[in-house]
């Protein structure tokens, strides 16, 4: 199954900056930089992410969910799918 949303630009242009933040972060481990800024970067690589999967999940939900639900396509495996998503995204 394809990706439900159709901002497929938007969602490369996030994962090349997350990619930047990790090219960023390996920078400052081999630069030796100090423990707090580090971190901080960490803090905003994992946001970052954490954001590109919530836009990815709120695509799903109002595209592929949505049309499944509409025309009762599985709801029983739709809903164990949602709950599964729910729960890695919780962690």
Same mark, same amino acid.
């Given at each position: %199954?394809? !990706?439900?949303?159709? @901002?497929?630009?938007? =969602?490369?242009?996030?994962?090349? &900056?997350?990619? *930047?933040?990790?090219?960023? +972060?390996?920078? %400052?481990?081999? $630069?030796?930089? @100090?423990?707090?800024? #580090? +971190?901080?970067?960490?803090?905003? #690589?994992? *946001?970052?992410?954490?954001? !590109? *999967? %919530?836009?990815? =999940?709120?695509?799903? +939900?109002? *595209?592929?969910? /949505?049309?499944?639900? &509409?025309? @009762?396509?599985? /709801?029983?495996? =739709?809903?164990?799918?949602?709950? $599964? +998503?729910?729960?890695?995204? /919780?962690?």
């Amino acid at each position: %199954m394809a !990706l439900c949303g159709d @901002n497929h630009k938007g =969602l490369i242009d996030r994962i090349n &900056r997350i990619e *930047g933040q990790v090219r960023g +972060l390996r920078k %400052m481990v081999e $630069e030796d930089r @100090n423990c707090f800024d #580090t +971190l901080k970067q960490v803090a905003a #690589t994992g *946001g970052a992410i954490r954001s !590109l *999967g %919530m836009v990815i =999940l709120e695509d799903h +939900l109002k *595209g592929c969910v /949505s049309r499944a639900a &509409r025309d @009762n396509d599985s /709801s029983e495996d =739709l809903i164990h799918q949602v709950i $599964e +998503l729910f729960n890695k995204f /919780s962690k």
